[in-house]
């Protein structure tokens, strides 16, 4: 089994910045995608941030493009989503997937693991 697990979470205010981790351990599996996702109250899990694993090649959400980055550290089996100017509508749970299809799914149906997710809440 593969555990995914995500810290950095917390309560900022709108403009601050805050950076999440999520640590991989578990059983090894050919990931070829790590993601970030979040869920806010009475709303649909969505896309936040991808990279690809072998070459780091990232892709966002348009929501997010320019203030949100996500990182790896190869070694570590660690990836990271260094969130910038956020904003009151970022407030959600943000969770940590991985999969291992070697296709990038904006869906949260393609992807094989998640973590247990971690709380941001940005207040105005």
């Known amino acids: ?36 996702f979040r869920q806010a109250p009475g709303k649909e899990r969505e896309f936040v941030a991808a990279i690809r694993w072998y070459d780091g090649t990232t892709y966002y959400a348009d929501s997010v493009k320019g ?30 997937a991985a999969e291992g299809s070697g296709s990038l799914n904006y869906s949260p149906r393609g992807w094989d693991y998640w973590g247990r997710g971690t709380q941001v809440t940005v207040s105005s």
């Open 1 to 36: 089994q593969v555990q995914l697990v995500e810290s950095g979470g917390g309560l900022v205010q709108a403009g601050d910045s805050l950076r999440l981790s999520c640590a991989a351990s578990g059983r090894t599996f050919s990931r070829s995608f790590m993601g970030w």
């Open 67 to 96: 203030r949100f980055t996500i990182s790896r550290d190869n070694v570590k089996t660690m990836d990271y989503l260094q969130m910038n100017g956020l904003k009151p509508e970022d407030t959600a749970v943000y969770y940590c």
